[in-house]
């Protein structure tokens, strides 16, 4: 009698952690927390939370997060675009994007960011984004990734560099720390970030799709927000090429 109870209670306990550990989502992160990051961090906890899921954020090294969540040890990927994240087989894009972005060139000096389009000089990118990779092949120009740690300021300072890629996101979180003017050349690429989850978690996606698609205009207007913030700073002027 004493046997089956203690058996009963392991079955019983078994069952509870089961159901504790399938009602939480790992969640692969690779960007530095920011104010702006934490708003859309907040838009898919909230998402989630709709879906009776409990999110566990893991910092980690972008390659790294998305190698894990493609195998399966992480359940999603925070934010990615297309030409990234398409390239992982068991990774499912939920479509309604997280964030709408452009990708430019970000310079001491306007000879600098003509120099960079022509790749007579080394462009700066952080690491933390596989997308400047991509833009970097497109464009022909001469990169290299550093750990910034979500400070572009590192790449002018630490590096002494003339001219780097970057994004509104990043520029945005780091505006306050800028000592000089910067040169913003039109934009090489439009982007959307998109949250992506592996495929084992297949029968969620559409109710993902349909929490993000109901938070799209708070998603948008944070997107120009960023946008805008940007744009009218003292700091930041606007190329024509």
């Known amino acids: 009698m004493f046997n089956k109870l203690i058996f009963a209670i392991v079955i019983l306990l078994n069952s509870n952690l089961a159901n504790s550990t399938s009602n939480e989502i790992s969640i692969g992160i690779a ?3 920011n104010k702006y990051i934490a708003d859309i961090k907040e838009i898919v906890t909230q998402a989630y939370n709709e879906l009776d899921k409990t999110v566990i954020w893991k910092n980690l090294p972008t390659s ?19 030409s990234v994240a398409d390239e992982y087989e068991n990774l499912i894009k939920i479509d309604a994007p ?25 462009v ?10 991509h833009i970097c092949r497109k464009e022909y120009l001469s990169c290299y990734g550093v750990n910034t740690k979500g400070d572009p300021n590192i790449l002018f300072k630490h590096n ?44 969620l996606a559409s109710n993902l799709e349909a929490q993000l698609s109901k938070r799209s205009q708070n998603i948008k207007n944070n997107s120009k927000s960023i946008s805008d913030l940007v744009k009218n700073n003292k700091h930041i002027k606007q190329l024509d090429f």
């Open 31 to 33: 960007v530095k927390e």
């Open 64 to 82: 790294r997060s998305l190698r894990l969540t493609n195998k399966g040890k992480l359940d999603a990927e925070f934010l990615r675009v297309n």
């Open 98 to 122: 997280l964030i709408y972005a452009s990708i430019n060139l970000y310079c001491k000096s306007p000879k600098d960011c003509e120099m960079a389009l022509q790749g007579k000089i080394p």
């Open 124 to 133: 700066g990118y952080n690491m933390s984004y596989k997308i400047y990779e």
């Open 160 to 203: 002494q560099l003339d001219a780097i890629l970057s994004n509104d996101l990043e520029i945005a979180a780091s505006l306050s720390s800028f000592e000089q003017v910067l040169f913003k050349s039109k934009k090489l690429e439009d982007v959307t970030g998109h949250h992506y989850i592996n495929k084992k978690h297949k029968s």
